[in-house]
């Protein structure tokens, strides 16, 4: 059997590169004020010794840690897992959020923390404690929970709030929820719609608020009422299934439904369905999401599609970008989302025109 190889350190390419350590590990964290010829000098040894920087290491180095930590709802997600509905929020801020992180060499740990829990400041004090990280990505309803923006704030690690408008604390991005209830509204109002009902999230998150007054908005632009078409919800399939049986139920019903999440989008295909109603011959359905189950239903459902992977790996480059001393942004970071047209969506019948 071989003699097992011995791992290159930080030390034997120092002594090949005939450097100090200092200089190497300024040249591996990416730090300025290297020279461009110290840099290839020391590059050269790297790729010779085929030396790999650990995280240990490089947080013996220094004061980073070169991870960042994300947080998303403990209940809400382990709900998703379990029911195996296609949900894929955690697949795609991990797509990017870990691409993002791998191009500056950081790593990205996700945690799932319970908003409900009394013991969430204990939680999380334990997590950072046990990780320090360089960051902190929150999600919602994390990123305006008043405990845990107070906690990070204090502690003074950089730290991203996705789906907020920000505060005096934290970095915050959103998805232009409400620019993207608009483009859904003004979608089917150019399809000819007047009546158009919608089902807004759980009144927990910000982000619900803002697709309603989008919705209202865009309503109000076209002189459209909007009494009688709003219809509680909570993002989950049976709310869907309530908000739909009312909106469809009611003497006057709308001809057209945008849902603020896909589960309540199927759950609002199904009450068509069963109420005798075609979709989209009679009734147009726009969900929110776009998770890979709403290309599959028939007719394929019409959505915003949420983007939680360039959402990510934008907080990745401001939490990066705040380590290394850059002015916290003043005004919330909006990333745009797209509306995917499939099949649910189609003009009124002929009868409610005008």
């Not at 057209?256 to 069963?274: C, G, P």
Request: aromatic share 4%.
């Amino acid at each position: 059997m071989g003699r097992r190889r011995q791992s290159v350190t930080i030390k034997h390419v120092a002594a090949d590169a005939g450097v100090s350590l200092q200089t190497v590990s300024r040249v591996i964290n990416n730090e300025p004020n290297v020279r461009p010829e110290m840099k290839e000098r020391v590059q050269a040894s790297i790729d010779k010794l085929g030396y790999v920087p650990s995280i240990a290491a490089q947080r013996m180095s220094g004061s980073r840690s070169y991870l960042i930590l994300a947080l998303n709802d403990r209940e809400r997600t382990i709900a998703d897992w379990r029911g195996r509905q296609g949900v894929d929020w955690v697949d795609q801020m991990l797509l990017g959020g870990m691409l993002k992180c791998a191009e500056y060499g950081y790593r990205m740990i996700f945690e799932l923390v319970d908003t409900h829990n009394d013991h969430v400041e204990r939680e999380l004090r334990a997590a950072i404690a046990a990780l320090q990280p360089d960051g902190v990505i929150l999600t919602p309803p994390h990123s305006d929970n008043p405990l845990i923006v107070g906690l990070l704030d204090q502690q003074k690690i950089p730290f991203a709030r996705i789906g907020s408008r920000g505060g005096a604390a934290g970095i915050a991005l959103t998805m232009d929820d409400e620019g993207s209830a608009r483009r859904a509204t003004r979608h089917l109002i150019d399809l000819g719609h007047r009546r158009i009902g919608f089902i807004p999230g759980s009144p927990e998150y910000s982000l619900s608020r803002w697709r309603v007054d989008g919705w209202e908005a865009e309503m109000a632009v076209a002189d459209l009422a909007t009494d009688g078409l709003l219809a509680e919800g909570d993002f989950t399939y049976a709310s869907g299934v309530a908000a739909a049986r009312h909106l469809l139920g009611s003497a006057n019903p709308p001809t057209a439904i945008i849902a603020s999440s896909d589960q309540m989008a199927l759950a609002t295909l199904e009450v068509a369905r069963d109420l005798g109603i075609d979709v989209p011959g009679q009734l147009s359905i726009v969900s929110f999401d776009n998770t890979p189950v709403v290309r599959f239903t028939q007719p394929a459902l019409t959505a915003v599609d949420q983007p939680v992977a360039e959402t990510a790996s934008r907080a990745v480059e401001l939490i990066i970008a705040a380590q290394r001393g850059a002015p916290r942004p003043t005004e919330p970071t909006r990333v745009q989302g797209g509306l995917v047209q499939r099949g649910s969506t189609a003009a009124p019948p002929v009868a409610v025109h005008g």
